[in-house]
């Protein structure tokens, strides 16, 4: 590839990626409160862009566009920050993976072999982190009681008596369904913008 050609190249990956940054922050302010989920926990459909990003440039640029919505968002942040953090981690973590797997075997097989594993090691990631990081932010730095917390669950599920618990039965399949959310979408659209994401005719 000859000089030119990569600059140019480079151009339209950067314009693609401004492109999907700016509907990533779009969607991250439409959000969905679910019934069977405590009311602090949304769904919105901002990890689309980051995942098509994935996969139209690699898994970097995933990541990149994860990380710059969540910085923007940050500028009306209702969670002093903590909410982007946590978005940023799991984002980053389902750009990664589905893009690697994805690079490696570039085929709609491959695109769903991606999405489904991007989605699985974000649930699996979530448990963790949200116990050690995300949750502990919330209770230590901005107050939150986490008897208040763990209540919020224990509405949905009487059973619920610990915060381990809470993050397994809720949190983690949460996860889960948002990330195939996401990469069914993505396989719906993919194909119809990939040509306008690189610049070439259909």
Avoid at 52 to 77: D, E, Q, R, W
Avoid at 107 to 118: C, F, P, Q, V
Avoid at 145 to 173: C, D, R, S
């Amino acid at each position: 590839m000859n000089t030119g050609s990569k600059s140019r190249q480079n151009t339209r990956m950067i314009a693609g990626c401004g492109v999907l940054i700016a509907v990533a922050v779009i969607l991250q302010y439409i959000e969905f409160a679910i019934p069977v989920m405590p009311s602090f926990i949304k769904l919105d459909f901002s990890d689309l862009p980051e995942i098509i990003g994935a996969f139209a440039y690699g898994p970097l640029a995933g990541i990149a566009i994860t990380i710059i919505k969540n910085v923007i968002h940050m500028l009306a942040s209702q969670s002093g920050f903590v909410g982007e953090l946590s978005n940023a981690l799991l984002g980053c973590v389902f750009s990664l993976v589905a893009g690697l797997v994805y690079r490696k075997f570039k085929s709609r097989k491959g695109a769903i072999a991606g999405g489904i594993l991007g989605s699985v090691a974000m649930a699996i990631i979530s448990f963790p982190s949200n116990l050690y990081l995300i949750y502990p932010l919330y209770i230590n730095v901005l107050g939150f009681p986490l008897e208040a917390i763990i209540g919020m669950y224990k509405v949905l599920n009487p059973n619920i008596e610990t915060l381990p618990q809470a993050l397994l039965y809720f949190n983690v399949p949460f996860t889960l369904a948002k990330g195939l959310i996401n990469v069914v979408f993505c396989l719906i659209i993919y194909k119809r913008i990939s040509p306008v994401l690189h610049n070439t005719k259909r």
